[in-house]
């Protein structure tokens, strides 16, 4: 009979186990999405104070990714999500999850479908932008689109190389993607107030989201990657400024059911060494 109980209460170990890596599992994004999933990227573009960007499924706000700090300028890798609706909120940074959010904004997203979600305008009238991405160019060319993030510059004019792809671009607006001869050509953005230029490099089948921002001491250019190559899809989660209530590394998971496993070798080695003499007592019997 103490064979038989201990033999249950290793399964009962097991099934605990069991289900406690599969709920921590459940709860990490997976490394690559699952078809029905799209991607969701977030960028502040507004100067003034970081803040901290709340990403959820729309009127779920339990249990949010959380990027915090994210400062003017940063744009996060895409990440994985279930289609559905979902909302993104900033909140001055160390502001708690329910207080009210600086911004916010409600959008739905699509299976295999990219989203960039930026917040635009200044610390006190800062709006959130939601631009669905392309992630394929053609063959030969890359694909190119400008975001106007400059408060100090209303309006610029964008070259690349010896094409004008923006005349007078006022902030807060964002150009359609433009086919661009692959190579490394210099991009320019004009002001009144204002110019930079800066190389980029544009290999054939690329998709890029090139920003003007603010810059210390006049305009900044960044180029951002959307697609590496023709039918590139980023995978993963966000690379950097993943909060602390985000979900779990994907790598917990296998983690989890290596320490469940040797838990139940542990368990088992403990039956092992009782049962020579339970069974050596039924013998007497």
Known sequence: MRLGRRLVLL???????????AAMAA????????????WVRCANLSPGTPEDVYLYPFGNPGH??????????????????????????MRPVGAPASSSPSVSTSFMVNAGANYTVASLG????????????????????????????????PKVTVSIGADVVARQLAFGLATS??????????????????????????????VHTIVVLDGASG??????TDAAGSQDTPQGGAATGL???????????????????????????????????????????
């Open 11 to 21: 399964a009962a170990v097991a099934t605990l186990l069991g289900g406690s890596v």
């Open 122 to 153: 200044s610390a006190t009238d800062r709006r959130l932008n939601v631009l669905q991405d392309q992630m394929t160019g053609p063959d030969g060319d890359a694909l190119v689109r400008v975001i106007q993030a400059s408060v100090k510059q």
């Open 27 to 38: 709860g990490a994004p997976a490394a690559l999405a699952a078809p029905s999933d799209g």
């Open 177 to 206: 993607y433009q086919a661009i001869p692959a190579g490394s050509p210099t991009v320019t953005f004009s002001a009144p107030g204002g110019h930079a230029a800066m190389a980029v490099t544009l290999p054939a089948g690329s």
């Open 64 to 89: 949010p990714i959380v990027l915090k700090h994210a400062e003017y300028g940063e744009v996060y890798d895409y990440m994985p999500v279930s289609a559905g609706q979902y909302t993104v909120a």
């Open 243 to 285: 909060g602390g209530t985000a979900p779990g590394s994907p790598a917990l998971a296998p983690w989890l059911a290596t320490l469940a496993g040797g838990l139940l070798l542990a368990a088992a080695g403990v039956l092992g060494l009782r049962r020579p003499r339970g069974i050596a007592a039924v013998a007497h019997e």
């Open 219 to 224: 305009l900044q250019v960044d180029n951002l």
